[in-house]
């Protein structure tokens, strides 16, 4: 997964990416809202508002629509039509608590086989993440953030533990979850940490040590949304 997936609010000019049908520009126009926070949970997506602002029919923009309900963006509710899908805490759970465990693992797997360049290369947007806690911006933050644990556990040379991981990860992008707009206060301690977990990487620590921390770094993200959300911690 990369840091493109979390998109941009922006309906501008159409990038390269978005060339193709009407129907495709209509799809890749709507996720990049969506994954980009500019609709939020329970946004009413009206064909006809929607065609009249992109210059199309409504039948491209309902076919677009039709394929962000089959990713789980959008739910369509009798009486009500389409609207932007909310998130499902229960999916939210499961999903984190499972990349606590394996992209844990990966990232143990895969430590000592990063290079040096890499290593760097992680730092770098770990300072950019730096960068952006002064003037947050949770969609810009997420962004870096993935890109950053994609370098850290790339490297895995388990194929199965690494497709897992990668399932996780785009499982939280269908459901547009950047913990961090609910808990901004959650990125501070997520920078410092990640700076600790390089420096193990880099130290030559026993796999069981990386492990830990990586570990423990995702279970502090879903215990930061929990306590946010007023519900117990996660035991992982």
Known sequence: MSAAEAGSGSTGSMSGAEAGSKSEQAYVRLKRQILGGDMGSGYRL???????????????????????????????????????????????????????????????????????????????????????????????FTALNTEFHALLYARCPNPHILDL???????????????????????????????????????GAPAPDVEHAARAHRTNTLNAFLAQSNQPPSPI
Do not use: C
């Open 46 to 140: 009206v064909l006809s508002s929607i065609a009249n602002d992109m210059g199309f029919s409504v039948v491209p923009v309902r076919e677009a629509i039709r394929r962000l309900e089959a990713e789980g963006l959008v739910h369509f509710e009798r009486n009500v039509g389409a609207t932007v899908a909310g998130i499902d805490p229960d999916l939210y759970l499961h999903t984190m608590q499972t990349l606590s465990i394996i992209e844990g693992a990966a990232t143990a797997l895969a430590a000592p086989g990063i290079s040096s360049g890499e290593l760097a290369k992680a730092r770098e947007l770990n300072e950019q993440m730096r960068g952006v806690l002064a003037d947050f911006d949770p969609v810009r």
């Open 165 to 203: 991981v990668h399932r996780g990860w785009f499982r939280l992008s269908s459901m547009r979850t950047s913990t961090f707009r609910y808990v901004p206060g959650r990125a501070h301690a997520s920078v410092a940490e990640h700076d600790a977990l390089l420096e193990l990487i880099e130290a």
